[in-house]
């Protein structure tokens, strides 16, 4: 089902997030403003896409774990899909500084970009667990982009790869690159394409020691958003 909803205020994936009285002013008129252009999914679709999401989570999990030498938990408690600026100000509201991740492009049954963020101070805390704490501080910030690159390449594959079986079509990614900014320099508001819709997932990073949230972003075109929808449907008519 592909159906155009109207919402007065976020969904339960905007929930748990602190803020302050004025932030979550700022949300409510920037959510109506853009509640034309919501796209809604139904409970059994988000059940179906957060089933097939954790599953490949845990295939990127297993490799992580190797990495690290100790068990990695990753988990996709929650999926929306929004417009991009609704998904800037997100992190604009909520995080005051930078996030840092990975992106890669995708192209073939799907076209769009796929983004992995954390809070740009967690990705230090990252990469020494996946280095060891022998790294020395002062060596981190030269490995840091390589690492967060290796762990994107890791998550985002898994992801885009659970997409691909679902299409039952080939989807090809770009090498992964490192990027940094704020939630409107990230997601290119004022470019033209603030409006478009994006599939926004909360990913749980969890170790022994740490518990991270961070959050990967499709960002797809229409006939590739279009495209989703229907064979997830189709997927769902079969059970």
């Known amino acids: 089902m592909f159906r155009i909803a109207f919402r007065s205020e976020p969904t339960h994936w905007a929930s748990g997030l602190r803020r302050s009285r004025s932030q979550k002013r700022r949300l409510q008129i920037l959510w109506r403003r853009c509640s034309h252009l919501m796209f809604e999914i139904t409970d059994i679709q988000r059940d179906y896409i957060t089933e097939i999401l ?25 999926v929306a899909f929004l417009p991009r600026r609704v998904a800037a100000d997100q992190f604009d509201l ?11 492009s995708v192209s073939g049954a799907i076209n769009g970009d796929a983004l992995l963020m954390f809070p740009e101070e967690k990705t230090l805390t990252i990469v020494r667990i996946l280095l060891g704490d022998t790294v020395p501080v002062e060596s981190l910030t030269e490995m840091e982009q390589e690492a967060m690159c290796e762990i994107g390449n890791i998550i985002l594959n898994a992801i885009v790869s659970s997409v691909a079986n679902l299409l039952q079509k080939e989807i090809v990614s770009s090498l992964p690159r490192f990027i940094s900014g704020t939630g409107s320099e990230i997601y290119a508001i004022n470019t033209g394409c603030e409006d478009d819709l994006v599939m926004f997932l909360k990913v749980g990073f969890g170790l022994e020691s740490q518990s991270i949230n961070g959050h990967v972003t499709l960002m797809l075109n229409v006939p590739s958003l279009r ?13």
């Open 94 to 104: 909520n995080n005051s500084a930078k996030m840092s991740g990975v992106t890669q």
């Open 54 to 78: 954790n599953i490949s989570m845990g295939s990127a999990a297993a490799v992580l774990s190797e990495m690290v030498g100790e068990e990695v938990g990753l988990s996709v408690p929650e």
């Open 227 to 239: 495209e989703f929808i229907a064979h997830l449907d189709e997927k769902i008519n079969a059970l």
